[in-house]
T-cell receptor
Framework: NAGVTQTPKFQVLKTGQSMTLQCAQD?????MYWYRQDPGMGLRLIYY???????DKGEVPNGYNVSRLNKREFSLRLESAAPSQTSVYFC???????????FGSGTRLTVV | KQEVTQIPAALSVPEGENLVLNCSFT??????LQWFRQDPGKGLTSLLL?????REQTSGRLNASLDKSSGRSTLYIAASQPGDSATYLC??????????FGQGTTLQVKP
């Protein structure tokens, strides 16, 4: 099925541990995005990649790094996880400026 | 800075009612506006996409309108069903290319 695939779906980390969230899309979209969703805060943009080879900070980039590995894949890394990073993380992709976004099913991360 | 607001935050209606969800945005310089549906514990499903040059889009029982000049969009749901119960999110895409979300309206349709 065409779309955006995120792995893992669930993860529990201890404070200070690191991990990488994976995202891949098979729609040949140029742009990819990472959002986090928290109760009462809505969806907030962490990082985005307008095209292969470029990445830019979003609204809440602190504590995260990203890699646009190729056109299909955009990963999000937590170098030293903190309880404040407990959230649901969504990856999305978009073909062009005027077109809509497609979202993955999310990764539910808990940092204890 | 673009800000998106959705009112009401929650809505409960009996089955069969027609209803309207509201979305407002502060910067009218947008490329498009997208309505999403999110079921509990799930991802976002795109419902309707309205380009900045369009006034409305329709899909089945859903109709979304856009008034750029006033910074408003509405999502109209006709003949609501219990299966429509979900959170509905409005998001606008501006000239930065970023999608800015409202906080959503949680809809409950009672049988």
């Amino acid at each position: 099925n065409a779309g955006v695939t995120q792995t893992p779906k669930f993860q529990v980390l201890k404070t200070g541990q690191s991990m990488t969230l994976q995202c891949a899309q098979d729609m040949n979209h140029n742009s990819m995005y990472w959002y986090r969703q928290d109760p009462g805060m809505g969806l907030r943009l962490i990082y985005y990649s307008a095209s292969e080879g470029t990445t830019d900070k979003g609204e809440v980039p602190n504590g995260y790094n990203v890699s646009r590995l190729n056109k299909r894949e955009f990963s999000l890394r937590l170098e030293s996880a903190a309880p404040s990073q407990t959230s649901v993380y969504f990856c999305a992709s978009s073909e062009a400026q005027g077109l809509g976004y497609t979202f993955g099913s999310g990764t539910r991360l808990t940092v204890v | 800075k673009q800000e998106v607001t959705q009112i009401p935050a929650a809505l409960s209606v009996p089955e069969g009612e027609n209803l309207v969800l509201n979305c407002s945005f502060t910067d009218s310089a947008i490329y498009n506006l997208q309505w999403f549906r999110q079921d509990p514990g799930k991802g976002l499903t795109s419902l309707l996409l309205i380009q900045s040059s369009q006034r409305e889009q329709t899909s089945g029982r859903l109709n979304a309108s856009l008034d750029k000049s006033s910074g408003r969009s509405t999502l109209y749901i006709a003949a609501s069903q219990p299966g429509d119960s979900a959170t509905y999110l409005c998001a606008v895409k501006g000239n930065t290319g970023k999608l800015i979300f409202g906080q959503g309206t949680t809809l409950q349709v009672k049988p």
